[in-house]
């Protein structure tokens, strides 16, 4: 399928080219074989043709590919990083899988990794998208902190909500928040540590009580 030498500067860049090209169509079957191809002909891949893949995987709405492409990773020894782990949340987000967007999560903060804005929405739709209000609640709390006096305002009636039950509502506003472009937000590091810590706690407890806990991508 691919033309190109094991060693070749021109056929590593082509070959990730050509995965975004699949991403780009939604040809994600062809974005994996492409993958397979140059593993197979021995072609040092890097993180880009990994993310590349997944993210295909995730416009053609194949969550358990994306995901199964950021454990292969691992098994190259090249570790996720924030984008890469985006990714997968995302392709979770657009399987409205949110046990393991969570996860994924998770697995961003035992690793050291500060999730970044996009991966904060993309659980946050993943939660909306489940109806499970409490940790897209939590996960929203580290983004108002850095949007301003109308997320916090947002947030605070979220939280209104969350008091008196009534999830519906706040399901409703978490998805015309979304649709406001929060998406677009640069990415940026988000909270104190202490803040962090205490966001991560509360996500991490709601999933050992409410999903089973695997390690979606370091298996």
Do not use: F
């Not at 292969?72 to 990714?87: F, R, T």
Request: with cysteine; proline share 4%; glycine share 10%.
């Amino acid at each position: 399928m691919l033309g190109i030498g094991r060693g070749s500067r021109e056929g590593v860049i082509s070959l990730e080219a050509s995965i975004k090209s699949c991403g780009r169509t939604k040809q994600w079957s062809v974005a994996l074989r492409l993958l397979r191809e140059g593993l197979r002909l021995g072609v040092q891949l890097g993180p880009g043709h990994y993310v590349a893949t997944a993210s295909a995987c995730r416009k053609g709405g194949q969550w358990q590919h994306a995901l199964s492409v950021l454990s292969d990773m691992w098994k190259a020894k090249l570790e996720p990083n924030v984008i890469s782990y985006s990714a997968g949340i995302s392709a979770c987000e657009k399987g409205e899988q949110w046990q393991p967007a969570l996860a994924l999560l998770s697995e961003m903060w035992e690793a050291k990794l500060e999730p970044d804005v996009i991966s904060y929405n993309a659980g946050i739709s993943a939660c909306e998208k489940g109806e499970q209000w409490q940790p897209a609640l939590a996960l929203l709390s580290a983004i108002a902190c850095e949007k301003g006096e109308q997320w916090q305002r947002a947030l605070a009636l979220l939280s209104a909500c969350e008091k008196g039950e009534q999830w519906q509502p706040a399901l409703a506003l978490l998805s015309e928040m979304w649709e406001a472009g929060a998406q677009r937000q640069p990415r940026t590091s988000l909270q104190p540590l202490g803040q962090r810590r205490r966001l991560q706690g509360g996500v991490q407890t709601y999933l050992h009580l409410h999903a089973p806990v695997n390690q979606y991508t370091r298996s």
